[in-house]
T-cell receptor
Framework: NAGVTQTPKFQVLKTGQSMTLQCAQD?????MYWYRQDPGMGLRLIYY???????DKGEVPNGYNVSRLNKREFSLRLESAAPSQTSVYFC????????????FGEGSRLTVL | QKEVEQDPGPLSVPEGAIVSLNCTYS??????FMWYRQYSRKGPELLMY????GNKEDGRFTAQVDKSSKYISLFIRDSQPSDSATYLC????????????FGTGTQLKVEL
């Protein structure tokens, strides 16, 4: 049972480089999310997609773009990486918007030098 | 001031102890309260979910919500080494969907 799969698990970038974090879920969930987790800051919502074809900004969207490619996949793109984007990124999915239960992937650790 | 405050710990207890983990919040619109458990280098997983005030019990875990004090708690009875993890509280407002506001997490270590 794969659940939520994120790739890559680790990445080192130089300032100004771009990259895309990939996320796929096999639970037929409608909603998907991208969070970042930083020490002392907790998990903060970057973007979410309530359903296929829709995306909305969360608490910290600046410097990121997302694409809901289909029901299974939700990618996060950093167009011009900055050291402030060094973080652990988590993708999550949920059946709907009212369940309170998010299923998280194992995280992608990104370092921007 | 953060909307949700949580003592980061670390909290170290002996096996078998009762553990109390707490969060305070400032947004009176929060109606849904959750506790997630996160093992090292893993994603969080939902442990408990409660709506509005009251208690909810699930095995060794009890979640308590006091909306009048804007205070939520998670109690772990008969703690085990396998309970060693970071515990995150999370909450959302009615109509807020699953846009959760998380606490920073409390690191718990249960020692043999």
């Amino acid at each position: 049972n794969a659940g939520v799969t994120q790739t890559p698990k680790f990445q080192v970038l130089k300032t100004g480089q771009s990259m895309t974090l990939q996320c796929a879920q096999d639970m037929n969930h409608n909603s998907m999310y991208w969070y970042r987790q930083d020490p002392g800051m907790g998990l903060r919502l970057i973007y979410y997609s309530a359903s296929e074809g829709t995306t909305d900004k969360g608490e910290v969207p600046n410097g990121y773009n997302v694409s809901r490619l289909n029901k299974r996949e939700f990618s996060l793109r950093l167009e011009s990486a900055a050291p402030s984007q060094t973080s652990v990124y988590f993708c999550a999915s949920s059946e709907g918007l009212l369940t309170g239960e998010l299923f998280f992937g194992e995280g992608s650790r990104l370092t921007v030098l | 001031q953060k909307e949700v405050e949580q003592d980061p710990g670390p909290l170290s207890v002996p096996e078998g102890a009762i553990v109390s983990l707490n969060c305070t919040y400032s947004n009176s619109a929060f109606q849904y309260f959750m506790w997630y458990r996160q093992y090292s280098r893993k994603g969080p997983e939902l442990l408990m979910y409660t709506y509005s005030s009251g208690n909810k019990e699930d095995g060794r875990f009890t979640a308590q919500v006091d909306k009048s004090s804007k205070y939520i708690s998670l109690f772990i009875r008969d703690s085990q080494p396998s309970d060693s993890a970071t515990y995150l509280c999370a909450m959302s407002a009615k109509g807020g969907g699953n846009k959760l506001t998380f606490g920073t997490g409390t690191q718990l270590k249960v020692e043999l």
